[in-house]
């Protein structure tokens, strides 16, 4: 493989882990950066690195053109766009195969049908795919929004088509909470997502999010790599991952594995995707969205499965077949990931920007930390506030969770705010330790100084 050259389009520490795993292949990568990224550890590591803009979104890593020229020019037949960004822009997918460069992702036809999430919608239901009881389609108006809000039943929830990351979502209990949300919603998914269309769904209360894992390759097979549960997060963007899910009995997983066969096979899916759920108390499950690219979570279905996904991902771009079948996967132990974020959760999760002072990172075995950042690292404002993932594997839920408090005990960012002690008083809470938290827990949690810790459930 030596022969080929992969462009990376993104930054942080998704665009370090692509590096490592294009280097691991013995494939030269190419990194781009901003101006605000001009020190940031991607662009040491890659093999030649582009600036393509100033700090800004929209002037750099938005920048289709300033994207693909760097490609063409280092001369790279590969471009890998993480997640985030121009991740699932059919738009760029489409300028990028146009090129005869190959996207490492599904193709733009498929992107289209499916990262609008009102088609994908419609397309689960089509292929028999449990769905949330919604709008079928796009809302053209608010008047129509209304009446569809009013059939449904409230509560509901206002999305961007074009949606992902938790934002361009309003949850309406009333017609007046309706009125107010929808302009509102439709301004943040233009000015997010270029796209200002929303659906509407009846918003489930207190679900849990399982997401399941499928990978493609360009010969027609489509695996499940079994579920991951997101339900820990704030703000609709999540905070803790863990696979496997303490809630899914095997008939459970079976039948969501399937389901995402299913949808994938029907659209013709090539490369990694996840197919995101909803389980209500009685065990159902919807479909709700599904993420054509790699997820910020990979790491944890890579722990129990021992499958590299990203390098999984570069292999099939380049035609390769996937190198297991679906009765070659198995779950073993489990793993956890906490988001470690600049950012304050004692003041509304505010992002904190600023220079990173000293730093100690946990170790031990099957401890993994995924991240960009490094002493005297100056955290910039314009992006997402991630520094990293912690990431454990153990045997055991409970081996698992002992193992996580320890690492985040062990890691010291210094110099900027940091969630290390809220990822820590979670690890202590009840229903955590329980595993009977939902999406509505964090809302719920008191954070550090109420943090209900109960030290004796694990031992």
Do not use: W
Not at 52 to 62: E, T
Not at 147 to 174: E, F, T
Not at 247 to 265: F, H, P, W
């Amino acid at each position: 493989m030596a022969q080929n050259k992969v462009l990376v389009a993104n930054r942080g520490e998704i665009a370090v882990r692509i590096i490592r795993a294009c280097k691991e292949l013995g494939i030269p990568v190419v990194a781009v950066y901003s101006t605000a990224d001009k020190s940031s550890l991607h662009t040491k590591l890659a093999d030649e690195a582009v600036c393509i803009g100033s700090a800004r979104s929209k002037d750099s890593y938005l920048n289709m053109q300033a994207v693909l020229s760097a490609a063409i020019a280092t001369g790279c037949n590969a471009i890998h766009p993480g997640y985030g960004f121009l991740a699932e822009n059919a738009k760029f997918i489409e300028m990028v195969e146009a090129t005869g460069i190959k996207f490492i992702g599904p193709s733009s036809n498929v992107v289209s049908k499916l990262g609008d999430k009102a088609t994908a919608r419609a397309i689960a239901k089509a292929v028999g795919v449990p769905v949330v009881e919604g709008s079928d389609g796009v809302v053209e108006n608010k008047e129509i929004g209304l009446k569809i809000a009013k059939q449904i039943g409230y509560p509901i929830m206002i999305k961007a088509s074009s949606g992902g990351g938790g934002r361009g979502i309003s949850v309406c209990h009333n017609d007046t909470e309706f009125k107010k949300a929808f302009d509102m919603t439709s301004m943040e998914a233009e000015s997010a997502f270029g796209d200002k269309s929303v659906y509407i769904e009846k918003f489930v209360e207190n679900p849990r999010h399982i997401e399941i894992q499928i990978i493609a390759d360009s010969k027609g097979n489509v695996v499940h790599l079994y579920e991951r549960d997101c339900s820990m997060q704030r703000r609709n963007q999540k905070l803790i991952e863990e696979a496997p899910s303490s809630i899914l009995n095997e008939d459970l997983r079976r039948k969501m594995g399937q389901s995402a066969v299913k949808l994938a096979k029907h659209v013709g899916y090539e490369n990694a995707g996840t197919i995101e759920f909803l389980v209500d108390s009685r065990k159902n499950y919807y479909f709700i969205e599904m993420n054509t690219r790699i997820q910020v979570e990979h790491p944890v279905t890579e722990m129990i499965t021992g499958i590299d996904l990203v390098k999984e991902q570069i292999k099939i771009a380049y035609g390769k077949p996937l190198s297991f079948k679906q009765r070659d996967v198995k779950i073993t132990g489990h793993a956890i990931e906490c988001r470690i974020n600049a950012e304050d959760p004692m003041n509304n999760f505010m992002p904190a920007p600023g220079k990173i002072g000293k730093i100690l990172l946990p170790g031990g075995f099957n401890v993994r930390f995924d991240s960009h950042i490094y002493p005297d690292y100056e955290v910039p404002p314009f992006y997402d506030s991630m520094l990293g993932k912690l990431i454990v594997f153990a045997p055991t839920r409970k081996e698992a969770m002992r193992k996580m408090r320890i690492a985040l005990e062990q890691l010291v960012i210094e110099g900027i705010t940091t969630n290390i002690e809220y990822h820590y008083a979670i690890l202590h809470a009840t229903d955590f330790i329980k595993g009977t938290y939902d999406t509505g827990f964090v809302a719920k949690f008191n954070g550090l100084i109420q943090g209900e810790y109960n030290e004796s459930l694990i031992g």
